[in-house]
């Protein structure tokens, strides 16, 4: 992977922080971004995240550029290929969930949570296509949920939003298979970060029992698939969704 880049939306903290160090370990030069929430103090936490990254070697580049605003997106990607180059892997893990019963749910909160898990992965899937195609070669995985297979109660547009992101992963490896470009989800269960956080006690502990491992997932764990997933092994791997659960959606 060494000089070849990585693009990760949202790459600033929990899973996506972690994609972007095992990229860096393996040598590849990593960008992402962050729009910095108000509230969430990301901005330190990307400081952090580059500084991290740069340890291992490797070129970073780090701004803010919101998913959801198109123009923005392909100004994002055109610098990262002007900074750092040979763009080859997409990694669309930016995500927001905005839970509730969806009788009570408000039209803008439906709207959030579209806009970002799937029109931005639109976005950047767009965005790189170009890139991709004319070199003919590229890897793109998308980080879907196991709730667009199993919802829990309350996450509708959440689960709808993950579902959509697996049929643009399936139409995205059709349309881009001929260009040598695979396109994958991975699909967790409940990771340790702070998305977590917002969800009551009772449910991370029955979602530990549940699975068959009997433990969340680490942001490694995801990592570790997502990475796989961009190696010369996995060449001919295209639109699967890999589920990264602990056996959770067997049991
Ligand atoms: P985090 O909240 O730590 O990461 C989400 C990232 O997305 C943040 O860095 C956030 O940046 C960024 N982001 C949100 N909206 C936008 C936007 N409009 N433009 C650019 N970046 C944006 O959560 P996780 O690491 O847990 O989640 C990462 C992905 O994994 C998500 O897609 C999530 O749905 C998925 N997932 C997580 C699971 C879990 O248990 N944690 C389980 C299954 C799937 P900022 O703070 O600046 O807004």
Known sequence: MRGNTVIITGGASGIGRA??????????????????LPGRGIAEQALLTETALRAHGVSVYADRCD????????????TVQAELGSVRYLVNNAGIARDGALWRLGSDAWRDVMDTNITGAFHCTQAVAAIFREQHGGRIVNI????????????SAYAASKAALIGLTRSAAVELGPSNVTVNAVAPGYVRTELLETLPEDVIERAKKDSVLGRLA??????????????????????????????????
């Open 67 to 78: 998913v959801r605003d198109q123009d923005a997106v392909r100004q994002f990607v055109a």
């Open 144 to 155: 879907a949920s196991i709730q667009a297979f199993q919802p829990s109660f309350g996450v």
């Open 218 to 251: 680490e942001p490694e764990d995801v990592a570790n698939v997502v990475v796989f997933l961009c190696t010369p092994e996995a060449r001919h791997i295209t639109g699967q969704v890999i589920f990264v659960d602990g056996g959770l959606s067997i049991t």
């Open 19 to 36: 994609i972007g160090l095992e990229f860096a370990r393996r040598g590849a030069n990593v960008a992402f971004n962050y729009i910095d």
